[in-house]
């Protein structure tokens, strides 16, 4: 497969895990839905649905997952690092929902920590990785790179916080927080689109 081909399907897993983080309240509401009329039986179908939505997406980012270090295996280099470490970052994050769907005492706000710290392993890795190779040869990785992940390390971290102090405020500043990541998400991937073209 060609290089095109396999950004292509990365872009794909990276937006299908995009639209999975959006709970739109219209989602669905096209079909009649049957009469609920236990409020408590309605709150304990919903939970459920969204369990096994969560358990679902995620046993299809592990299963991508798989395919792909498989591919590695008989074909190594196949298939980018950086197109692998997408997809171990979206099945991290899956994993993350289907723990947010199933548990009765955590909040959205210790599932944004939690993410926000596995960015910032993330972030740090990468730089010191970059830091090491400049090391080995000067110049190996440009200054604008190892800029750009210095700059990335530097919001992981200032996400933990914010994330931290969600909890303290109020369910629409969650609403906001969330909308912003996915911003952000969505930014990088037109940007990673428009690498794409420029290299092919």
């Known amino acids: 497969m060609s290089k095109r081909s396999w950004g292509v399907a990365s872009v794909c897993i990276i937006c299908g895990w995009l639209v999975s983080q959006v709970n739109s309240p ?16 309605a709150a304990q179908q ?38 692998i470490q997408g997809v171990q970052d979206a099945v991290r994050k899956a994993r993350e929902r289907v723990q947010l769907a199933q548990g009765d005492d955590i909040n959205d706000s210790q599932i944004y920590v939690s993410s926000a710290e596995g960015d910032l392993r993330l972030a740090e890795d990468a730089l010191s990785k970059a830091e090491a190779a400049n090391r080995r040869l000067s110049g190996a990785i440009s200054q604008g790179e190892v800029d750009r992940l210095r700059a990335q390390r530097d919001l992981a971290k200032v996400k933990i916080e914010k994330a931290k102090h969600l ?19 969505v930014q990088e991937l037109r940007l990673f689109v428009a690498l794409l073209r420029f290299r092919n």
Do not use: C, H
């Open 26 to 41: 219209l989602w669905g509401q096209q079909d009649a839905k049957p009469v609920i009329a236990n409020p408590a039986e």
């Open 46 to 83: 919903e939970k459920e649905l969204d369990i096994r939505v969560a358990e679902a997406y995620l046993n299809l980012m592990e299963a991508t997952l798989r395919k792909y270090e498989d591919t590695n295996r008989r074909a190594p280099n196949t298939i980018r690092p950086t197109i």
């Open 167 to 185: 909890a303290a405020e109020s369910p629409l500043s969650n609403v906001r927080f969330e909308l912003e990541q996915l911003r952000e998400e």
